[in-house]
Protein backbone atom coordinates (compact mmCIF):
# COMPACT_ATOMS: atom_id res chain seq x y z
CA UNK A 1 0.00 0.00 0.00
CA UNK A 2 2.78 2.68 0.70
CA UNK A 3 4.55 1.63 -2.85
CA UNK A 4 0.73 2.79 -4.76
CA UNK A 5 0.67 5.55 -2.56
CA UNK A 6 4.40 6.47 -3.22
CA UNK A 7 3.44 5.84 -7.21
CA UNK A 8 0.74 8.22 -6.42
CA UNK A 9 2.86 11.06 -5.11
CA UNK A 10 5.72 10.06 -7.85
CA UNK A 11 3.04 10.69 -10.57
CA UNK A 12 1.17 13.58 -9.52
CA UNK A 13 4.90 15.54 -9.88
CA UNK A 14 5.52 15.88 -13.47
CA UNK A 15 1.61 17.10 -13.52
CA UNK A 16 2.76 19.75 -11.26
CA UNK A 17 6.01 20.34 -12.92
CA UNK A 18 4.19 20.93 -16.45
CA UNK A 19 1.78 22.97 -14.55
CA UNK A 20 4.45 25.56 -13.83
CA UNK A 21 5.91 25.73 -16.56
CA UNK A 22 2.67 28.01 -18.24
CA UNK A 23 1.34 31.32 -17.20
CA UNK A 24 -0.54 31.43 -14.42
CA UNK A 25 -3.98 31.38 -16.02
CA UNK A 26 -2.98 27.96 -18.04
CA UNK A 27 -1.38 26.66 -14.62
CA UNK A 28 -4.54 26.49 -13.16
CA UNK A 29 -6.40 25.40 -16.18
CA UNK A 30 -4.39 21.84 -15.99
CA UNK A 31 -5.23 21.72 -12.46
CA UNK A 32 -8.92 22.25 -12.81
CA UNK A 33 -8.52 20.01 -15.92
CA UNK A 34 -6.38 16.95 -14.21
CA UNK A 35 -9.31 17.11 -11.14
CA UNK A 36 -12.18 16.37 -14.56
CA UNK A 37 -10.00 13.87 -15.46
CA UNK A 38 -8.97 12.19 -12.36
CA UNK A 39 -12.64 11.79 -12.30
CA UNK A 40 -13.38 10.57 -15.54
CA UNK A 41 -10.70 8.06 -15.27
CA UNK A 42 -13.43 6.46 -12.85
CA UNK A 43 -16.37 6.54 -15.28
CA UNK A 44 -13.78 5.03 -17.89
CA UNK A 45 -13.21 2.26 -15.57
CA UNK A 46 -16.83 1.60 -14.94
CA UNK A 47 -17.80 1.04 -18.64
CA UNK A 48 -14.74 -0.78 -19.90
CA UNK A 49 -14.85 -2.79 -17.18
CA UNK A 50 -18.04 -4.17 -17.32
CA UNK A 51 -19.52 -2.09 -14.04
CA UNK A 52 -23.56 -2.44 -13.64
CA UNK A 53 -25.84 0.40 -14.55
CA UNK A 54 -26.02 1.92 -10.28
CA UNK A 55 -21.94 1.88 -10.06
CA UNK A 56 -21.82 3.70 -13.47
CA UNK A 57 -24.47 6.16 -12.45
CA UNK A 58 -22.08 6.45 -9.30
CA UNK A 59 -19.43 7.03 -11.17
CA UNK A 60 -21.09 9.74 -13.74
CA UNK A 61 -22.24 11.78 -10.79
CA UNK A 62 -19.24 12.23 -9.34
CA UNK A 63 -18.35 13.96 -12.23
CA UNK A 64 -20.72 16.68 -11.09
CA UNK A 65 -18.95 17.79 -7.86
CA UNK A 66 -15.62 17.60 -9.38
CA UNK A 67 -16.47 19.41 -12.78
CA UNK A 68 -18.27 22.54 -10.22
CA UNK A 69 -14.97 22.42 -7.80
CA UNK A 70 -12.89 23.06 -10.74
CA UNK A 71 -15.07 25.56 -12.39
CA UNK A 72 -15.08 27.39 -9.18
CA UNK A 73 -11.22 27.23 -9.49
CA UNK A 74 -10.86 28.52 -12.95
CA UNK A 75 -13.47 31.71 -11.94
CA UNK A 76 -12.65 32.33 -8.49
CA UNK A 77 -9.55 30.89 -6.23
CA UNK A 78 -7.20 28.16 -5.82
CA UNK A 79 -8.50 26.97 -3.09
CA UNK A 80 -11.29 25.22 -5.02
CA UNK A 81 -9.35 23.56 -6.74
CA UNK A 82 -7.52 22.53 -3.38
CA UNK A 83 -10.79 21.40 -1.43
CA UNK A 84 -11.74 19.26 -4.85
CA UNK A 85 -8.47 17.37 -4.82
CA UNK A 86 -8.60 16.76 -1.05
CA UNK A 87 -12.52 15.39 -1.73
CA UNK A 88 -11.12 13.56 -5.08
CA UNK A 89 -8.77 11.69 -2.03
CA UNK A 90 -12.15 11.15 0.11
CA UNK A 91 -14.33 10.12 -2.96
CA UNK A 92 -11.17 7.53 -3.58
CA UNK A 93 -11.09 6.72 0.25
CA UNK A 94 -14.64 5.99 1.16
CA UNK A 95 -15.67 4.43 -2.35
CA UNK A 96 -13.15 2.58 -3.31
CA UNK A 97 -11.16 1.77 -0.81
CA UNK A 98 -13.19 2.11 2.62
CA UNK A 99 -16.00 -0.20 1.29
CA UNK A 100 -14.22 -2.53 -0.67
CA UNK A 101 -12.73 -1.45 -4.57
CA UNK A 102 -15.44 -2.85 -7.13
CA UNK A 103 -14.48 -5.21 -9.24
CA UNK A 104 -14.08 -2.72 -12.29
CA UNK A 105 -11.36 -1.04 -10.56
CA UNK A 106 -8.00 -2.06 -10.42
CA UNK A 107 -6.96 -3.00 -6.71
CA UNK A 108 -3.82 -0.48 -6.90
CA UNK A 109 -5.40 2.16 -8.42
CA UNK A 110 -7.67 3.90 -5.24
CA UNK A 111 -4.11 4.34 -3.60
CA UNK A 112 -1.95 5.82 -6.23
CA UNK A 113 -5.30 7.97 -6.90
CA UNK A 114 -4.68 9.18 -3.35
CA UNK A 115 -1.01 9.64 -3.21
CA UNK A 116 -1.73 11.84 -6.66
CA UNK A 117 -4.91 13.56 -4.83
CA UNK A 118 -3.38 14.70 -1.84
CA UNK A 119 -0.20 16.15 -3.67
CA UNK A 120 -2.18 18.21 -5.79
CA UNK A 121 -4.38 19.67 -3.13
CA UNK A 122 -0.93 20.14 -0.93
CA UNK A 123 0.51 21.90 -3.73
CA UNK A 124 -2.39 24.46 -4.85
CA UNK A 125 -3.57 24.70 -1.74
CA UNK A 126 0.29 26.08 -0.68
CA UNK A 127 -0.37 28.65 -3.58
CA UNK A 128 -3.78 30.44 -1.98
CA UNK A 129 -3.15 33.56 -1.17
CA UNK A 130 -4.22 34.02 1.70
CA UNK A 131 -5.04 38.10 3.05
CA UNK A 132 -3.33 39.31 5.74
CA UNK A 133 -5.42 40.01 8.85
CA UNK A 134 -6.44 43.91 9.21
CA UNK A 135 -5.42 45.56 12.20
Known amino acids: MLAELVA ?5 VPVL ?3 RRFGAREEV ?3 AASLVIAAVIYV ?10 RWTLIELAGLVPFTAFAWLGLRSSLGW ?17 VAGTPEFVPGWYPVVCIGFDLLMAGFIGSRVRIPAPVS
Open 8 to 12: GIVLA
Open 17 to 19: VLA
Open 29 to 31: RVY
Open 44 to 53: GFALVGGAGQ
Open 81 to 97: LAAGWVAHAAWDTGLHL
